[in-house]
């Protein structure tokens, strides 16, 4: 069965340069979830989208940004990276918010 | 604020052996939990979930007790394998809310 896409699967980047991460969820499904998870930490919820909008905000910060485009696939927009930003990023989707969410291989983004 | 934890953050079993990992979770509003398993450098993989309305629910050789008196909910696999050797994170989430991880419980299995 087909998961959740994420590219790319590593990032080196120097601080305060630009990061993009890209999603592309399980065939219909509409909703699209981010999450930052710190070395030995639990995944922290950071945005989710359905239908392209915004459904949810969690501990993005201002530096950050996302969006769903009309193909459903999402990006995150990451600037001024910060050597604390360095973790995997992972997207999840799912069919309707509040359904069970599939998680993609993550991206690993070290900055350095 | 309200939280997801666990209550060992690590667990050693014997292969063959069932094993039993513990959530508890502390908003009385989360009507759905999953159970997910995180191998290294993966993402959560979805194992079982339940539903607030349900007290047990079985998969293959997985069973998820949730007891919503105690706020407790637990992971238990049969018959353990070297692959089930992971981390295991609840998830709950109310109400259509994001998901809310617990602190993850690594599990290990000795041949």
């Known amino acids: 069965a087909a998961g959740v896409i994420q590219s790319p699967r590593h990032l080196i980047k120097e601080k305060r340069e630009t990061a993009t991460l890209k999603c592309y969820p399980i065939p219909r499904h509409d909703t699209v979830y981010w999450y930052q998870q710190g070395p030995g930490q639990d995944p922290q919820f950071l945005i989710s989208f359905y239908e392209k909008m915004q459904s949810d905000k969690g501990s993005i910060p201002d530096r950050f940004s996302a969006q769903q485009f009309s193909d459903y696939h999402s990006e995150l927009n990451m600037s001024s990276l910060e050597l604390g930003d360095s973790a995997l990023y992972f997207c999840?989707?799912?069919?309707?918010?509040?359904?069970?969410?599939?998680f993609g291989p993550g991206t690993r983004l070290t900055v350095l | 604020g309200e939280s997801v934890g666990l209550h060992l953050p690590t667990l050693s079993v014997q292969e063959g052996d069932n094993s039993i990992i513990n959530c508890a979770y502390s908003n009385s509003a989360s009507d759905y939990f999953i159970w997910y398993k995180q191998e290294s450098g993966k993402g959560p993989q979805f194992i079982i979930d339940i539903r607030s309305n349900m007290d047990k629910r079985q998969g293959q050789r997985v069973t998820v007790l949730l007891n919503k008196t105690v706020k407790h909910l637990s992971l238990q696999i049969a018959a353990t394998q070297p692959g089930d050797s992971a981390v295991y994170f609840c998830a709950e989430t109310p109400l259509n809310t994001p998901l809310v991880f617990g602190k993850g419980t690594r599990l290990s299995v000795i041949a």
């Open positions: 999840a989707s799912s069919l309707g918010v509040g359904d069970t969410q599939y």
